[in-house]
């Protein structure tokens, strides 16, 4: 399939460094926010979620923060794989209504033996 | 993978022409939301549909809809298709309880069109 993300910004990094992937949010009302990974060809990957009463939360291998005040979201991927490769999305999502997402531009990782 | 499933896989259309896109939902999800994502760019919502009804709509114009159905997969219609409309289109799948919105999506791989 096509690429996605021909023209985003790329954070190139070594394998088995530790990478971290910003993101600035639009809306102060926003409540969740779930980071995707997106391959070549495929759909968004969900990889974890968070929700504004959390300022912190790990999964496997993957950390988000969560900074209210400056509105800005980041993941962080421990000993970066190769397998790791790809286009990362930040969304938010406000309740009180239908499961609406708003995307950010995206960031591709690109993972160097 | 996610067990969301769509078809076809890639399409090409002329302008003015009109396209049917289907989408199958994971199993358990009643809730199906389509997303436009044109190259280098997150996607944008287009509709998200609940019970068989449009539960919420994006920015996109009246020529695209949608129908779900009462096993939960959707189709999506797009009338008078124009060259922008060239995009990768991915439906998402959630389980809506109640009220609660916040449910994170699950995604087809997209069907690729392409208009000419």
């Known amino acids: 399939g096509e690429s996605v993300g021909l023209h985003l910004p790329t954070l190139s990094v070594q394998e088995g460094d530790n990478s971290i992937i910003n993101c600035a949010y639009s809306?102060?009302?926003?409540?969740?926010f779930i980071w995707y990974k997106q391959e070549s060809g495929k759909g968004p990957q969900f990889i974890i979620d968070?929700?504004?009463?959390?300022d912190k939360r790990q999964g496997q291998r993957v950390t988000v923060l969560l900074n209210k005040t400056v509105k800005h979201l980041s993941l962080q991927i421990a000993a970066t794989q190769p397998g790791d490769s790809a286009v990362y999305f930040c969304?938010?999502?406000?309740?009180?209504?239908?499961?609406?997402?708003?995307f950010g531009a995206g960031t591709r990782l690109a993972v160097h033996p | 993978e996610t067990g969301v499933t769509q078809s076809p896989t890639h399409l090409i259309k002329t302008r003015g022409q009109q396209v049917t896109l289907r989408c199958s939902s994971q199993?358990?999800?009643?809730?199906v939301s389509w997303y436009q994502q044109a190259l280098g760019q997150g996607p944008q919502f287009i509709f998200q549909?609940?019970?068989?009804?449009?539960?919420g709509r994006g920015n996109f114009p009246p020529r695209f809809s949608g129908l779900q159905f009462p096993n939960y997969s959707s189709e999506l219609n797009v009338n008078a298709l124009e060259l922008d409309d060239s995009a990768l289109y991915l439906c998402?799948?959630?389980?809506?309880?109640?009220?609660?919105?916040?449910?994170?999506?699950?995604f087809g791989s997209g069907t690729q069109l392409s208009v000419l």
């Open positions: 998402a799948s959630s389980s809506k309880q109640g009220a609660s919105a916040n449910e994170k999506l699950f």
């Open positions: 809306n102060s009302a926003s409540d969740y």
């Open positions: 968070i929700r504004s009463n959390m």
């Open positions: 969304a938010e999502n406000r309740s009180g209504g239908y499961n609406k997402l708003i």
């Open positions: 199993s358990g999800h009643n809730t």
């Open positions: 549909y609940y019970r068989e009804e449009e539960n």
